[in-house]
């Protein structure tokens, strides 16, 4: 599988901070409640921390309680990438950028919120970078 943005190892090491690589490259889970975006509500576009492509919106942002970011559907279907992932004796499916590959976190689904979709895109506030709307 290619990426647009694709680089080596050491240089996504280089680029981001210990805990942003721990998450964005090695699949890694922020702890709940922690993240800097949980519970926020400013309006504007949550981006790719890794590259910076356009992932997620404040108008699909939902409080699911659940200690992380949540959304009910990506800024663009085609910004995200879902894959199958069995790790930790779970089947669930994992949410990557489809820019860079680099993990944000995983979608569930039929719990029912009352949301549009009924999904629930539960992402790691470290794998984005919030650019509030100007007003
Ligand atoms: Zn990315």
Known sequence: MS??????????????TPA?????RQAGTEP???GEYTDTKTKGVYSCRACGAELFTSNEKFESHCGWP??????????????????????RTEVRCSRCGSHLGHVFEGEG?????????????ISLRLEPQES
């Open 3 to 16: 990426y647009e943005v694709e680089k080596p190892d050491e240089q996504w090491r280089a680029e981001l």
């Open 20 to 24: 942003e690589y721990q998450v964005l």
């Open 32 to 34: 709940a409640f922690r």
């Open 70 to 91: 949540s959304f009910f559907d990506p800024k663009d279907s085609s910004a995200v990438e879902l894959i199958e992932d069995r790790s930790h004796g779970m089947l």
């Open 113 to 125: 919120y009352p949301t549009p979709t009924d999904q629930r895109y539960c992402i790691n506030s």
